[in-house]
């Protein structure tokens, strides 16, 4: 919306002296001759008045330079070399990205010269390179709005469609995984779970562009209730339940995201490709080739390689008790092979087809205590609980999350 600002100019047509003394008539007459001019506030584009001026809007292209996009706008080389000089320390030219957008303001005249090119890196921020009377390079940062925000909503179809529909940003929804990832199989959401979270957000000019820590959260899930509290002891901070315990398990409750249980592990399964009826000792999950995988635990590689059953696969051991092994990689990640420590969450390879599959997905095997058991029914074990020093301060956070929890509508 723009609006009018209005500037009033007083014309007194007759010089007046200080000593002058007017009647009314005259006074009538000298304030008619005082007039409103209406002043039009300028349009602004990046904070640059552009009603004298054009303005022509692109997308970078692959490998394209700035000299070759100002090119067409009567820029010389040795002005582009100029800009190059002014932008250091300030924005790399070498990285303008293909695909985004930029915006010239130029002159109105047959060679469009050009006054400003403006290039946004991202939602935050914005460059402008001027090159109207001298030539300069400004990074100019949006101001930006953190708030605490909360939702409460009931599952109809998933936990993405449920944040949506609770006027939150989908950056919310993997946050809310990495939460109860130990608590909650989002493999087999069902109607009715239900959850409330009050979470940072940091938007600029209305827009979401990041959202921060949960600072508690509340699942309803399979009739359990689990709630989760963010609380930094001073040597880490994590999400620990209602009595201090953490929140998070030795394993992640599966080794993808957002994608759907096609097979479960049986002791008589109909094999879809040998065609005979045999044990599946594993959790099939199916998903788009090249969806990364990841290791549900910490652990070392053991196996990393092809076979002509299990095609690409990894196996991993965890600890003396745990080992997990993900099977049908279209490849596995750089730099993992036998004797490499991972990291809980770590990506090991990508969904495949290859070895005995009719499809993309992961067959994934658990063994506890050398025997292979069904990854969905392991009773996981938990990490370290609050400090027993920081335990007051816990149960106060608490106290104070949770009840903020319980009031959300």
Known sequence: ???????????????????????????????????????????????????????????????????????????????????????????????????????????RDSLKTARQFIFEPDKTEYVVFNLADSIYVNLIKRPKLFEEKTISAKVESSVYESVLAAGASPLLVDKLVDVFAWQVDFFRIQKGDEFKVIYEQESVEGEVVSVGRILGAYFKHFGHEYYAVYFDQGSNADYFDEEGNSMRKAFLKAPLNYSRISSRYSPRRFHPVQKRYKAHLGTDYAAPTGTPIRTVGDGVIVEARYGKYNGNYVKVRHNSTYTTQYLHMSKIAKGIRPGVTVKQGQTIGFVGSTGLATGPHLCFRFWKNKKQVDALKVDLPSIEPINPARLNDYLHTKNVIINKLRHIE
């Open 1 to 107: 919306m723009r609006f009018t600002r209005f500037l009033v100019l007083t014309l007194v047509v007759a010089s007046v002296s200080q000593s002058c003394q007017f009647s009314k008539k005259e006074q009538l007459a000298l304030e008619m001759d005082t007039v409103q001019v209406v002043v039009p506030e300028p349009t602004l584009l990046y904070g640059i008045p552009i009603d004298s001026f054009d303005v022509f809007e692109g997308k970078i292209k692959w490998g394209q330079s700035l000299s070759e996009i100002l090119e067409d706008f009567a820029i010389t080389n040795e002005q582009i070399y100029a800009l190059a000089n002014s932008a250091k320390g300030i924005f790399d030219v070498r990285l303008l990205k293909a695909g985004y957008k930029y915006t010239i303001i130029h002159n």
